[in-house]
């Protein structure tokens, strides 16, 4: 029997302030952690975004040296919503073809591609617009007169 008791004094269990203090260091990992996921999370939309816009100029580069022609490069967008002419077009997840060659959209990234043909500056020129829905009215924009790749707030 005293056996019994002092065994069930030696496991009373945690106390309120041994608990409290727990709960208080999940708080603060917890409040550290989330800030850094999120920020990761729009870090990874901005590299999505990056590597969709790269692709898409890899993409008009491969369509301009198998044509000859710039003028003769067609785009189609696989999205039945956005509208395609020869000079400008707007991929979505559903892709498309820039001149034949295909073109892959990351999911929730739009790519816009704005094509000018001009004889007096020497050529064609082309401007790639990328945004992702979730990184709040910015995006990146490759211009091929600089070859310059741009983070900026969206331009409507």
Known sequence: MREAMRKARSEQGFSLVELLVVVIIIGILAGVAVPIYLNQRKSAWRSS???????AQVTIATAMTKT??????????NDSSQKCDESECTFTQAGGTIGGNAITVSK???IKVDITYSSSNGGTSYTI????ENLGGFEYTYQSTTGSLDWHPHKP
């Open 49 to 55: 975004v990056q590597s969709d816009v790269h692709n």
């Open 68 to 77: 000859k022609d710039s003028e003769k490069i067609t785009m189609k967008s």
């Open 108 to 110: 929730g990234n739009t």
């Open 129 to 132: 617009n990328g945004g992702n």
